[in-house]
């Protein structure tokens, strides 16, 4: 086994050890398990939204410092960082929540007015996974017997079936790639 081979079987095995640490398994009661690994999974959705969010908010701010601070990605000189960059910095990282940010960028024309729906809906499933416990859940609405809405749904469908998650992770990457394209232009 060469150096790169060990450190992913350590990194792999890292993963589990802190995984165990809130959700841990071999216990002798299967239906515990079960609801260990269920809680597992549930992490890791609520790990996929929250990447996805990150990165695109992330590329955001990258565009806002290209637009309003002329910060060039491409030019081989060093960025010169100045109180103008560091201003724009401290509101976009502090001050500035995900919602203007989208509106912000909208009125910039980074982003379309489809994309702007799109990353919304990304901005309200954020919110669920980083303010619910539970996210596997499906919530009552109205006064009728039969509960009407699942927590996490992305397009009317339940984000925990995986041909959903890997849709939503279709739809968020292709926003992604494009807002770094321009970021590179």
């Known amino acids: 086994m060469n150096s790169v081979e060990r450190q992913t079987k350590k990194a792999l095995a890292d993963v589990e050890t802190i995984q165990s640490f809130i959700h841990?398994?071999?216990d002798p009661d299967p239906a515990q398990n079960l609801y260990m690994a269920r809680s597992r999974r549930e992490d890791a959705v609520r790990v996929t939204v929250l990447q996805m969010s990150l990165a695109i908010e992330d590329m955001l701010n990258s565009l806002f410092a290209r637009?309003?601070?002329?910060h060039d990605p491409n030019s081989k000189r060093k960025a010169r960082k100045g109180k103008m960059f560091h201003e724009l910095e401290e509101l976009l990282e502090g001050r500035m929540g995900f919602e203007a940010k989208l509106k912000l960028a909208r009125v910039l024309r980074l982003i379309t007015k489809g994309q702007q729906s799109k990353l919304d809906r990304l901005r309200s499933l954020r919110n669920k996974c980083?303010?619910?416990w539970m996210l596997d859940i499906v919530r009552k609405r109205g006064k009728g017997p039969k509960p009407t809405k699942r927590l996490l749904e992305y397009e009317g469908r339940n984000l925990f079936d995986l041909a959903?998650?890997?849709?939503?992770?279709?739809?968020?990457s292709r926003i992604y790639l494009k807002l770094f394209e321009k970021?590179?232009?």
């Open 24 to 26: 841990p398994l071999g």
């Open 67 to 70: 637009v309003f601070v002329g």
């Open 130 to 132: 980083a303010h619910s």
């Open 164 to 172: 959903v998650l890997e849709g939503f992770m279709h739809t968020y």
């Open 183 to 185: 970021y590179l232009s």
